[in-house]
């Protein structure tokens, strides 16, 4: 039997306790109502994109032809051809507002997204070598792009580490970092031949155009260890975002759990990058998004992942509609949408007079 009653609830919180099997926890309504919403509108984008093109299919007819049910040839259409695109996106949607979630919490950071501390550009410098210069070792570009984020996640760590690090120092020499892969992203694209610039290039700006099932099957994979992994260590976020001192006493192994929150969203970054290319500003505006809808003090992983999603599926929807007769990377649209929000942390950021 509940027990909750005996716990007084506070505004917007429903504490629980169950004797059997003996859980507790609270329950915050708004948080389930914003992820229930933001699965709803996700699911409803994802639809949508996979309508759209030279063959028109209603809505109607996309839900039955995900059920494997339907018109031949529409099923052929929705599932083969424009499913990997719009699973793609949902998924590196997922992967980049996680990310950018656990970065946020892990610094207490607003911008301590993996895009502004280096990660993605890292990645896309190992994945631009890979193909211009063809030191890829057999390698595909989910490989190369996690060895490039480790890579630089290792070297900003170490680097801001010396003598204590804040979260402003680790964005700092992040971004120092990160103007460092750009540099060497830009000698191997004007060192490349033609048509293997054109295609790092193309992959660079953020892409969506022409994803297949075997980059689906990759990335799915790779989330289905990740994702769980960062849900399972949403305690030691809630302890780090009371500072470190705090969290030791709470019993928080402080340098274990940084570490481990680290790796999981280089992982994460690093395999949606792979995918899908650097697309920006996802990791960064999506979990400040999903904060200010759910109302929490550090951004909730689930919403941040579906807000992700639901940004990269509607960008993706821009890009495609936008221009007549031409499709957009959606990298470039996020970017629109992005550089606001960076510009509102940022003036929000001075006002405050943080240092992290």
Same mark, same amino acid.
């Given at each position: 039997?509940?027990?909750?009653?005996?716990?007084?609830?506070?505004?917007?919180?429903?504490?629980?306790?169950?004797?059997?099997?003996?859980?507790?926890?609270?329950?915050?309504?708004?948080?389930?109502?914003?992820? /229930? @919403?933001? #699965? =709803?509108?996700?699911?409803?984008?994802?639809? *949508?994109?996979?309508?759209? &093109?030279?063959?028109?299919? +209603? !809505?109607?007819?996309?839900?039955?032809?995900?059920?494997?049910?339907?018109?031949?040839?529409?099923?052929?259409?929705?599932?083969?051809?424009?499913?990997?695109?719009?699973?793609?996106?949902?998924?590196?949607?997922?992967?980049?507002?996680?990310?950018?979630?656990?970065?946020?919490?892990?610094?207490?950071?607003?911008?301590?997204?993996?895009?502004?501390?280096?990660?993605?550009?890292? /990645? @896309?410098? #190992? =994945?631009?070598?890979?193909?211009?210069?063809? *030191?890829?070792?057999?390698? &595909?570009?989910?490989?190369? +792009? !996690?060895?490039?984020?480790?890579?630089?996640?290792?070297?900003?760590?170490?680097?801001?580490?010396?003598?204590?690090?804040?979260?402003?120092?680790?964005?700092?020499?992040?971004?120092?970092?990160?103007?460092?892969?750009?540099?060497?992203?830009?000698?191997?694209?004007?060192?490349?031949?033609?048509?293997?610039?054109?295609?790092?290039?193309?992959?660079?700006?953020?892409?969506?155009?022409?994803?297949?099932?075997?980059?689906?099957?990759?990335?799915?994979?790779?989330?289905?260890?990740?994702?769980?992994?960062?849900? +399972?260590?949403?305690?030691?976020?809630?302890?780090?975002?009371?500072?470190?001192?705090?969290?030791?006493?709470?019993?928080?192994?402080?340098?274990?759990?940084?570490?481990?929150?680290?790796?999981?969203?280089?992982?994460?970054?690093?395999?949606?990058?792979?995918?899908?290319?650097?697309?920006?500003?996802?990791?960064?505006?999506?979990?400040?998004?999903?904060?200010?809808?759910?109302?929490?003090?550090?951004?909730?992983?689930?919403?941040?992942?579906?807000?992700?999603?639901?940004?990269?599926?509607?960008?993706?929807?821009?890009?495609?509609?936008?221009?007549?007769?031409?499709?957009?990377?959606?990298?470039?649209?996020?970017?629109?949408?992005?550089?606001?929000?960076?510009?509102?942390?940022?003036?929000?950021?001075?006002?405050?007079?943080?240092?992290?």
């Amino acid at each position: 039997m509940s027990s909750a009653s005996r716990i007084p609830a506070s505004a917007g919180r429903l504490p629980f306790r169950l004797a059997a099997p003996p859980v507790s926890g609270i329950l915050r309504p708004r948080l389930i109502a914003v992820c /229930a @919403g933001l #699965a =709803v509108a996700v699911f409803l984008l994802f639809c *949508w994109g996979v309508s759209i &093109g030279d063959y028109h299919v +209603g !809505l109607t007819s996309v839900v039955k032809a995900l059920a494997g049910s339907g018109d031949p040839g529409t099923v052929l259409v929705v599932r083969e051809l424009r499913l990997p695109r719009a699973l793609t996106g949902l998924l590196v949607g997922i992967a980049f507002g996680i990310s950018g979630a656990l970065y946020q919490t892990m610094t207490r950071n607003p911008l301590a997204s993996p895009d502004m501390i280096g990660l993605t550009e890292g /990645a @896309g410098t #190992a =994945v631009v070598a890979g193909i211009v210069l063809g *030191w890829d070792g057999g390698l &595909g570009t989910q490989a190369l +792009g !996690l060895s490039g984020a480790l890579a630089t996640a290792v070297l900003v760590y170490l680097l801001a580490m010396k003598n204590g690090a804040t979260g402003y120092r680790i964005i700092l020499v992040g971004i120092g970092v990160s103007w460092m892969c750009t540099s060497a992203t830009d000698y191997l694209l004007a060192r490349g031949q033609r048509f293997e610039a054109q295609a790092a290039l193309g992959w660079l700006v953020g892409n969506l155009n022409g994803r297949t099932w075997g980059q689906v099957s990759m990335l799915a994979t790779a989330m289905a260890v990740l994702v769980p992994l960062a849900l +399972g260590m949403s305690r030691w976020m809630r302890t780090l975002q009371l500072g470190d001192d705090v969290a030791a006493g709470l019993g928080t192994p402080v340098r274990s759990a940084r570490l481990a929150l680290m790796l999981v969203g280089v992982a994460l970054i690093a395999f949606g990058t792979a995918a899908a290319g650097p697309v920006a500003f996802v990791a960064l505006a999506a979990p400040q998004i999903a904060q200010r809808l759910a109302g929490t003090a550090y951004p909730p992983l689930v919403a941040s992942g579906l807000t992700g999603a639901l940004v990269v599926l509607g960008s993706d929807l821009i890009a495609r509609e936008a221009i007549p007769g031409t499709e957009l990377p959606v990298g470039i649209v996020t970017g629109v949408i992005g550089a606001p929000v960076l510009l509102w942390l940022l003036i929000r950021a001075n006002r405050a007079g943080s240092g992290g």
